[in-house]
DNA sequence: GTCTATAGTTAGATAGAC
DNA sequence: GTCTATCTAACTATAGAC
């Protein structure tokens, strides 16, 4: 890793910990492993490191996003038909693995808290994370719901309702689990009576 | 209004917009109208401001929370009752009432933000934040739900998942709407059909 | 590309006059 | 209880040696 990219890896870790105006350029520097003015021939302001973020950022988290968890290409059909193939454990798992995905991987989980404390404060991040977390999702999983609803998988509602039922328990789930890594077992307990209770609502079964 | 609520007024205002560390003791004396130096007469520093702010919004939040919304007294049995007698258009009028206190009232929202932003720097806010907004909030309806289910007013299912279902969408909207005041229709027709869909699902008709 | 040294500014906080 | 003046420390950022 290039002195570059653990100058960002650092910042995110600090950023998302203490906040942009609660980290030093000293702490980043001192994080490294070098002097804080060494970081100047790196970045030209400690604000450029921040927004840097904020780009890379973007690309990975949507990137990170459209591989995992939800659309394996972006043919939606095909996506509803294989989720539609999902026993009740498989959608279990699914819905695990996306909640553990945005809790636990370290660029995703320190990027949604930097974004959380930053959103009022830098305008930038307060859109990616309002796309990618709010809006996106619900977005997408709609898509994906009406698809399933066509054919026949799930009960003929409004699919941007469903899309709230599945998506507001992960996301209040995400917001309450945040700092307890301890309590994950508590949180799946919790994750799995919604998804199991979305389940029996609205699956028709064969 | 005192000085000291003045001054207490204004940081709550500006630490809910730029953080605890984006605001100087400058910035609030400015707000104010008096030198910064003006305020330790008030004060013993910055942090005490803060702290003071917590610890007050902490005896409010709880005491307008049970005004507010929920229980008219902390008689589950007659709350149910009462809440059972509310048509679908009663239940909707009530969850918009307790949306848009969350969402508007100014001392609400104002804290809302700052414990949001502050919640991973300061711990006495991290544990006011997620007791009133994300363990309280669950607790006390599930304990609702509860009794309803016994009243048999809704179906027989898992009150914690009855009140998940409920509040989780709220929370999600809180969150998603929180700096669009101009969206607040939106906000309103989406929690609509949220709250809709729970009563569709789990209310017993008569 | 790292260091030392330092400029220039702002921060939180105190002392003392009125 | 407000002001002016001031202290000390920390901050962002730059200059220049190696």
Redesign the interface.
């Known amino acids: 890793m290039t002195t570059k990219e653990l100058i960002i890896e650092e910042a995110l870790t600090l950023f998302?910990?203490?906040?942009?105006?609660?980290t030093s350029v000293k702490d980043i520097a001192n994080a490294v492993g070098i002097k804080d003015s060494s970081l100047y021939k790196h970045f030209s302001s400690k604000q450029e490191i921040f927004d840097i973020i904020v780009c890379t950022m973007e690309n990975k988290m949507e990137k990170m996003s459209l591989e995992m968890g939800l659309p394996p290409d972006n043919n939606f059909t095909s996506a509803a038909s294989y989720y539609g193939s999902l026993t009740k454990e498989g959608l279990l798992a699914l819905s695990r693995q996306v909640f553990l995905f945005y809790l636990k991987d370290p660029f995703v989980a320190r990027f949604r808290?930097m974004a959380?404390?930053?959103?009022?404060?830098q305008e930038n991040i307060?859109r990616v994370y309002?796309r990618i977390f709010?809006?996106s999702s619900i977005f997408y999983l709609t898509a994906l719901f009406q698809e399933m609803i066509a054919q026949h998988i799930f009960v003929a509602?409004?699919a941007?309702?469903l899309a709230?039922?599945f998506?507001?328990?992960i996301?209040?789930l995400l917001?309450?689990y945040d700092?307890t890594p301890d309590l994950e077992a508590q949180a799946i307990e919790?994750l799995d009576?919604?998804i199991g209770?979305f389940y029996r609502?609205y699956r028709i079964c064969e």
């Open positions: 998302s910990q203490k906040g942009y105006h609660g808290k959380i404390i930053e959103q009022y404060n307060y309002h709010l809006e509602v409004d941007c309702i709230m039922n998506y507001t328990p996301f209040f917001c309450k700092q919790c009576k919604q209770e609502i």
